[in-house]
């Protein structure tokens, strides 16, 4: 059973950083693809950044240069650092590990406001 446990979040100032991070659990990790996925309130949850199972990368126009996304393979760990903050950019931030279904974590609340 896969289980993803987020951590990181919390209250930034528009400009600033932050770094999330994903625990996985369970088997095989390396052979997933994995990211993370935000909603904001009123809005669907959008795809935010993914890193494939081969090591490439993928993110949304509204987040690339100032998003990265990474994975440790040994630790199965999913990381996303967060720079440049936007008001925009707050939300419910979700990691997900995909092969052939899809899992979810619980989620962690980022805002950012002055």
């Known amino acids: 059973q896969v289980q993803l446990v987020e951590s990181g979040g919390g209250l930034v100032h528009p400009g600033g950083s932050l770094t999330l991070s994903c625990t996985y659990s369970?088997?095989?990790?390396?052979?997933?693809?994995v990211g993370w996925y935000r909603q904001a309130p009123g809005k669907q949850r959008e795809h935010v950044a993914s890193?494939?199972?081969?090591?490439?990368?993928d993110y949304e126009d509204s987040v690339a240069g100032r998003f990265t996304i990474s994975r440790d393979n040994a630790w199965r760990k999913v990381y996303l650092q967060m720079n440049n903050l936007k008001p925009e950019d707050t939300a419910v931030y979700y990691c997900s590990a995909r092969r052939i279904n899809i899992y979810w974590g619980q989620g962690t609340q980022v805002t950012v406001s002055s």
């Open positions: 890193v494939y199972s081969n090591g490439n990368p």
């Open positions: 369970g088997s095989e990790f390396s052979i997933y693809d």
